[in-house]
């Protein structure tokens, strides 16, 4: 899943590590960062990267089910790019 234009980066990776399964940030180069619950190494690697807001990245979900949550929330806050 790629998304656009997150204007709250916090809120987005709170979102994102209370996923059940692995979420794994892929990289430009297609390697994978995965982002772990409640992991302090993984959330402050990923808020270092993306402070304030996100103008893109793209996501791998290990579960459906995250992906759906995720799709969701980016509807409800209206940061879903078409």
């Known amino acids: 899943m790629k998304v656009y ?12 590590t209370a996923c059940k399964g692995t979420v794994e940030i892929v990289k430009e180069d297609g390697t994978r960062l995965p982002l772990m619950a409640g992991s302090p190494t993984s959330e402050l690697q990923s808020m270092t990267c993306f402070q304030g807001a996100i103008r893109q990245m793209e996501l791998y979900f290990q579960d459906q089910n995250d992906c759906t949550q995720i799709l969701h929330y980016l509807i409800n ?4 790019a078409a």
Request: cysteine-free; aromatic content about 12%.
């Open 5 to 16: 234009n997150i204007k709250d980066s916090r809120e987005f990776f709170e979102k994102l």
């Open 77 to 80: 806050k209206r940061n879903l």
